[in-house]
């Protein structure tokens, strides 16, 4: 069955540092990634996709996520990280026909410090 | 940009009573879906929603459930006898299509059952 994993449940980071969230899948076939931010009372908004191509992916806010095939890995990164980033960062992989449903990680709750 | 609106963003409810979620997708948005996520847990996929009928549904998606697309604007979800264990965030997707589209969510309704 398809499943991810984000070993971090927490991180603080220091306002300007550099970041990277840690995100597992397992899926038998190509799979399609998200990461998705959750800002507290508010809903998911997508920060960036994965179908094909380059692996390297550039998405909203200065985020950017690398996939890599031979280590089941879809790591999410920032060089600068900005207060406004604090939130719960969500990664998913799209399972079933197309990518159909998604089946999330638990989140990583990302704290910034100043 | 266009949204994913949910109503309500609160909805308290007693054991027993049935309960309606709505939801308005992104008007060229064909395929929906609700997610949930129980306080402290992960999300999970409910069911998906294509050509007004479901494409697919998960294990939790039982006969006390049901959606609906009655106007060809809103979405719904229904609990038919809502228990303690369905409290939770429930959130609202649309997708435009299969072929590299990813899911937009909505806020989310915070259900509580009392």
């Known amino acids: 069955a398809q499943s991810v994993t984000q070993p971090d449940i927490h991180i603080t980071v220091s306002e300007g540092a550099s970041l990277e969230l840690r995100c597992n899948y397992s899926?038998?076939?190509?799979?399609?990634l998200f990461w998705y931010v959750q800002s507290p009372g508010q809903g998911l908004q997508l920060l960036l996709k994965?179908?094909?191509?380059?692996?390297l992916v550039q998405g909203i806010k200065g985020f950017e996520a690398e996939f890599k095939r031979s280590q089941s890995s879809f790591n999410l990164r920032k060089p600068s990280v900005h207060w406004s980033d604090a939130a719960e960062y969500f990664c998913?992989?799209?399972?079933?026909?197309?990518?159909?449903?998604?089946?999330f990680g638990a989140g990583t709750i990302l704290r910034v410090k100043s | 940009e266009p949204e994913v609106t949910q109503t309500p963003s609160h909805q308290v409810t007693q054991m027993g009573q049935e309960v309606i979620l709505r939801c308005v997708p992104i008007?060229?948005?064909?395929?929906f879906y609700w997610y949930r996520q129980i306080l402290g847990q992960k999300v999970e996929f409910l069911v998906s929603?294509?050509?007004?009928?479901?494409?697919?549904k998960s294990e939790i998606f039982d006969d006390q459930f049901s959606v609906e697309r009655p106007d060809g604007s809103n979405f719904t979800l229904k609990i038919r006898s809502t228990k303690l264990e369905d409290s939770a965030m429930y959130f609202c997707?649309?997708?435009?299509?299969?072929?590299?589209?990813?899911?937009?969510f909505g806020d989310g309704t915070r259900l509580s059952i009392l």
């Open positions: 997707a649309s997708r435009k299509g299969l072929s590299n589209q990813p899911q937009h």
């Open positions: 899926y038998g076939a190509t799979p399609y």
């Open positions: 994965y179908f094909s191509g380059d692996t």
């Open positions: 998913a992989v799209g399972a079933g026909e197309y990518g159909n449903k998604l089946v």
């Open positions: 008007s060229n948005h064909l395929y």
């Open positions: 929603f294509y050509n007004n009928e479901i494409s697919e």
